[in-house]
């Protein structure tokens, strides 16, 4: 399958402060990617996605940004909350519509 | 409705046994996955259905067996099981790739422990 990469396993922020998540991915061809998280004992949750004809995509409070030059994904989080403590993965679509995942950041955010 | 539904949410078998999995969603997603996960690791993939076919298999044992009866069902049969393959089993749906937005909607999991 296709290789998707994160920079850092673990991110401790404190609340109130902006959260940075990084993701890595090797397949240039690639033209959908997705960040989702996923609390304990669930199923991932879609925050927000980006098509590879966009740099940059805004949701409340998240904001998503691809550079196609480095093949490079972040997630910036706004003011974490402590609800926003959980693993987060990015993931790419390929040729197939099948998703591949990275290897997952886990946020825990401080009170 | 944007709701994925798998049952059971935990199943505990036997190398031996035979027992299935089954997903539903009734948003209209022509796309159905199923993944698997373990501990602390991102889901991996390990069957993609378009439009109620098969159409991605990454290299999946035999001892999983998909099935896709409707649109809106999805199953995985287990046979035959190892102990590694214990893992939560996540079922996702979504619009075909052919939608530029075609974001996965994931149900809870199943936790299968393989005795």
């Known amino acids: 399958g296709e290789s998707v990469g994160l920079h850092l396993p673990t991110l401790s922020v404190q609340e109130g402060d902006n959260s940075i998540i990084n993701c890595a991915y090797s397949?240039?061809?690639?033209?959908?990617f997705i960040w989702y998280k996923q609390e304990s004992g669930k199923g991932p949750q879609f925050i927000i996605d980006i098509r590879s004809n966009m740099d940059k995509r805004q949701g409340q409070r998240v904001t998503v940004l691809l550079n196609k030059t480095v093949k490079h994904l972040s997630l910036q989080i706004a003011a974490t909350q402590p609800g926003d403590s959980a693993v987060y993965f990015c993931a790419e679509r390929g040729s197939g519509n099948q998703f591949y995942f990275g290897t997952g950041t886990s946020l825990t955010v401080i009170p | 409705d944007t709701e994925v539904t798998q049952t059971p949410k935990h199943l505990v078998m036997g190398m031996t046994n035979k027992k299935s999995l089954k997903c539903e969603q009734h948003?209209?997603?022509?796309?159905m996955y199923w993944y698997k996960q373990k501990a602390k690791k991102p889901p991996e993939l390990m069957f993609v259905?378009?439009?109620?076919?098969?159409?991605i298999n990454e290299s999946v044992p035999s001892r999983f067996s998909p099935e896709c009866p409707n649109s809106s069902l999805l199953n995985l049969h287990l046979h035959a099981l190892q102990p590694e393959d214990s893992a939560l089993y996540l079922c996702?749906?979504?619009?075909?790739?052919?939608?530029?937005?075609?974001?996965?909607?994931f149900g809870p999991g199943t936790r299968l422990t393989v005795l």
């Open positions: 996702a749906s979504s619009r075909p790739g052919t939608y530029w937005r075609s974001e996965q909607f």
């Open positions: 259905y378009s439009y109620e076919k098969l159409s």
């Open positions: 948003m209209g997603h022509r796309a």
């Open positions: 397949n240039s061809a690639s033209d959908y």
